[in-house]
């Protein structure tokens, strides 16, 4: 059974930084193109970062040049680098592949930016 387990969020100031963490099975990492996304409070959740097996990457605007999605296929897992970060990126961060699979989505990790 494929599982994706988020780590690494937390509270941080405006400003700062935190690495998050997407530990998958083996079965999915080495073939999917992954991805980050969140949801705000009240708000759809959306795709923010992806990375593909041969490592090219895609943002979304509102992370682009803040936010750097990475991944070792070796440890089967990826990252999210964060940096600079405001209140808007307070969310639940989820990984999956992508395209999404519903059967995929693990728990999240709570990011929360304090002014």
């Known amino acids: 059974q494929v599982q994706l387990v988020e780590s690494g969020g937390g509270l941080v100031q405006a400003g700062g930084s935190l690495r998050l963490s997407c530990a998958a099975s083996?079965?999915?990492?080495?073939?999917?193109?992954m991805g980050w996304y969140r949801q705000a409070p009240g708000k759809q959740r959306d795709l923010i970062a992806l990375i593909t097996s041969g490592g090219s990457t895609n943002y979304a605007d509102s992370v682009k040049g803040r936010f750097t999605i990475s991944r070792d296929n070796a440890k089967n897992t990826m990252y999210l680098q964060m940096s600079s970060l405001k209140p808007d990126d307070t969310a639940v961060y989820y990984c999956?592949?992508?395209?999404?699979?519903?059967?995929?989505w693990g728990q999240g990790t709570q990011v929360t930016v304090s002014t």
């Open positions: 083996a079965s999915i990492f080495s073939i999917k193109t």
């Open positions: 999956n592949a992508y395209p999404p699979i519903s059967t995929y």
